[in-house]
């Protein structure tokens, strides 16, 4: 019997954990960012990734730099200056991740992507104007290929992870698999995920670039859009949407199904202002930078209220 309680008291533990995003949206944890030159300020910050042991990186446009901390805020270095040579930037926009921790930053100032080591040391870079017309979302695959939305070509290119050019996907339009400047890009498994801007709508399609569906439509409802900029995917395939113009995240499940929301204009703990790029970690936290607010705000799974099990509140509910 006392086995069999031992049992069904795990049973009610593990329905007091925390819900899922499906369940309720996140709370606060904290944010970080002022407006400023100085290590660990911005100006007009753009895109956000986060690698696998929690470090941030955000790509800090008009400071000309990529900054690095730590998941709580702590700053830890930066690298870039303005310019045009390797390692430099004109206006980095989007930054993305891959499994071995290298960084691809993508420049709309000077058409390229450029890639670098976790510490910012310059591996490479690829582009320029007669390949990219403003490359702004950067995603990594878990095989490595990496995918840039290229804004006023209203395309998608898929290269190696070191530039070589794979496929390019999408037109300019507003009909099934066409795109009106792709912002943000986001990967996850066999699906790419394409911030359709202009159309105010999520474009999904296929790795190699064939149209799955879209998402969404123009408005401030529940699922719709006021120019999304920035997406993300968590490692449980959760879709997150900086939806710019209604300044909140809605959040999707892997199969386009709306599932919550939070956020409203202004400078306050889960308000936005300038929402652009937002990333999620595997710890169930999310990362939004505002362009506008110059300031990174971390959220975290909703902690629930939980009422004390005792024995004696065990046996009760069991022999019911």
């Not at 310019?83 to 206006?91: A, C, M, P, V």
């Not at 795109?179 to 394409?194: E, I, K, M, Q, S």
């Not at 123009?218 to 900086?242: H, K, M």
């Amino acid at each position: 019997m006392r086995a069999s309680l031992g049992v069904a008291f795990a049973a009610l533990v593990l329905l007091a954990a925390p819900p899922s995003f499906a369940q309720s949206p996140p709370y606060f944890e904290l944010a970080w960012g002022t407006a400023g030159t100085s290590a660990g300020q911005f100006q007009s910050p753009f895109g956000v990734a986060v690698d696998a042991i929690g470090n941030v990186y955000v790509a800090d446009q008009f400071n000309r730099r990529i900054q690095k901390f730590t998941s709580t805020g702590a700053f830890l270095l930066q690298w870039g200056s303005q310019g045009s040579g390797d390692g430099q930037f004109q206006y980095p926009k989007t930054i993305a991740l891959d499994g071995q921790g290298h960084v691809f930053v993508a420049d709309i100032g000077l058409n390229n992507v450029q890639k670098f080591t976790s510490d910012g040391t310059f591996i490479g870079k690829w582009g320029g104007s007669g390949m990219f017309s403003q490359p702004h979302g950067i995603a990594v695959d878990a095989q490595g290929f990496v995918y840039v939305g290229d804004e006023y070509d209203s395309r998608v290119g898929k290269f190696t992870n070191d530039g070589a050019l794979v496929t390019w996907f999408g037109s300019q339009g507003s009909g099934p698999g066409q795109l009106y400047w792709p912002f943000g890009v986001a990967v996850d498994g066999g699906r790419v995920y394409v911030c359709d801007t202009e159309n105010n709508r999520i474009a999904v399609f296929t790795t190699d670039g064939a149209f799955v569906t879209t998402l969404g439509s123009q408005g401030s409802g529940s699922g719709q859009f006021n120019s999304p900029l920035g997406i993300g995917v968590d490692p449980q395939g959760t879709i997150y949407v900086a939806d710019f113009g209604n300044h909140r995240i809605q959040v999707f499940s892997s199969a386009g199904t709306y599932l919550t929301q939070w956020g409203s204009q202004g400078a306050g703990p889960g308000q936005f202002d300038g929402g652009t790029g937002v990333a999620a970690d595997g710890q169930g936290d999310v990362y939004v930078v505002e362009v506008n607010n110059n300031r990174v705000q971390k959220f975290g799974p909703t902690p629930v209220a939980t009422t004390a099990l005792t024995w004696g509140r065990v046996k009760s509910l069991y022999r019911r």
